[in-house]
Antibody, heavy 122, light 107 residues
């Protein structure tokens, strides 16, 4: 079945770095754009970053621009989020999500992973 | 960036009730709007996309309407499994903004 599984979360000190992974299965990963979305404890959903199916275009939320980098390895069916210069306000559950239609970024997010928790604290 | 607002922020309802949630965009987004349901400790689930198209497998008691700046999600006959938080999201602009959510709980 179609599945996304995140990993790589944990506790990191302010200013530190962490790399999240999202392993995809059950669909042709290389044909779909992918997103990262986060949710701080007790808060709503915040979009973080998007990458086109072929990695040619990337978009970021202003809150993470210049600190986070989204990437993908289509040969490994895996999406990544490199997070640098982490701040306390980056503490959240991070979800990866698949674009419904494939190539077009302007579409809903139809499949979500279970999320991985990132805690930024000294 | 496009801002999304939702009303109400929370509501209490009973099983069998008809529930309507409103979502407003700060500028026109055509029909580039989705609705998601999220239960505690779980990932969001896509309910409706393109403002009014039901995602495969979603019960027909859920419906969406609207275009431009004003949208609604309606649950025609609330079931016990529908108690959750609902988010609207625009995907017209590449900021993919979510609304703040509407929590539906048991009266």
């Amino acid at each position: 079945q179609v599945q996304l599984v995140e990993s790589g979360g944990g506790v990191v000190q302010p200013g530190g770095s962490l790399r999240l992974s999202c392993a995809a299965s059950g669909f042709t990963f290389s044909s779909y754009g992918m997103h990262w979305v986060r949710q701080a404890p007790g808060k709503g959903l915040e979009w973080v970053a998007f990458i086109r199916y072929d990695g040619s275009n990337k978009y970021y939320a202003d809150s993470v621009k210049g600190r986070f980098t989204i990437s993908r390895d289509n040969s490994k069916n895996t999406l990544y989020l490199q997070m640098n210069s982490l701040r306390a306000e980056d503490t959240a559950v991070y979800y990866c999500a698949k674009v419904s239609s494939g190539e077009l970024p302007r579409d809903a997010f139809d499949i979500w992973g279970q999320g991985t928790m990132v805690t930024v604290s000294s | 960036a496009i801002r999304m607002t939702q009303s109400p922020s929370s509501l209490s309802a009973s099983t069998g009730d008809r529930v309507t949630i409103t979502c407003r965009a700060s500028q026109g987004i055509s029909s580039y709007l989705a609705w998601y349901q999220q239960k505690p400790g779980k990932a969001p689930k896509l309910l409706i996309y393109a403002a009014s198209t039901l995602q495969s497998g979603v019960p027909s008691r859920f419906s969406g309407s609207g275009s431009g700046t004003d949208f609604t999600l309606t649950i025609s006959c609330l079931q016990s499994e529908d108690f959750a938080t609902y988010y609207c999201q625009q995907y017209y602009s590449y900021s993919f903004t979510f609304g703040p959510g509407t929590k539906v709980d048991i009266k």
